[in-house]
């Protein structure tokens, strides 16, 4: 039994998440979205994905809240 996640492209992901793959090649330059390299492709992990958007959004939700107290 194969239990190994299996590796995806920029098009799996970016399906995955509902983003364009331009998108996706911005978040690996600008913003340390999870990625490996396999010569010239881009690979990911859908599970280090899911993770990196669930971190993000709580970063996202807490510089929120800290500019909600500023504002106070």
Do not use: C
Not at 22 to 48: C, M
């Amino acid at each position: 039994m194969d239990t190994e996640e299996k590796w995806v492209s920029v098009e799996g992901v970016a399906g995955h998440l509902d983003v364009t793959k331009d998108t996706i090649y911005r978040w690996v330059r600008e913003r340390d979205f999870p990625s490996h390299r396999a010569g010239n492709l881009l690979r990911f992990k859908l599970t280090e994905v899911d993770a990196w958007v669930r971190q993000d959004s709580d970063v996202s939700k807490n510089q929120q809240d800290t500019d909600t107290q500023k504002e106070n």
